[in-house]
């Protein structure tokens, strides 16, 4: 049974950072391709940044520059830096994994975790 457990989420500051991990377990973390989607009130949920084997990086306009992830396969866990933090970053934030490897966003993402809550606000 696969799982995927995000951590890290909280208030934040405009300006400010934070850091999301992401445990996976019963899958096989190493051949996966690794993402970060958010989805804010009312609104579709968006693929933000993705990351494969090969560490190939993906990033949706919004958040380049400011945004970097990371994955650590002797762990099982990928990361998402989140610095000079905005309000319109304001989401639920849920990592997912393609377990085909290809990542980006026309890859078919099969698991996604719970969601962590990221709120920017002063």
């Known amino acids: 049974q696969v799982g995927l457990v995000e951590s890290g989420g909280g208030l934040v500051q405009p300006g400010g950072s934070l850091r999301l991990s992401c445990a996976a377990s019963?899958?096989?973390?190493?051949?996966?391709?690794m993402a970060w989607h958010r989805q804010a009130p009312g609104k579709q949920r968006e693929l933000v940044t993705s990351?494969?084997?090969?560490?190939?990086?993906y990033y949706a306009d919004s958040v380049k520059g400011r945004f970097t992830i990371s994955r650590d396969n002797a762990k099982n866990t990928v990361y998402l830096q989140m610095n000079s933090l905005k309000p319109e970053d304001t989401a639920v934030y849920y990592c997912?994994?393609?377990?085909w490897g290809r990542g980006g966003p026309r890859a078919r993402y099969d698991y996604y975790g719970q969601g962590t809550q990221v709120t920017v606000s002063s």
């Open positions: 997912a994994a393609d377990r």
């Open positions: 990351i494969t084997t090969a560490h190939s990086t």
């Open positions: 019963g899958m096989r973390f190493e051949i996966a391709a």
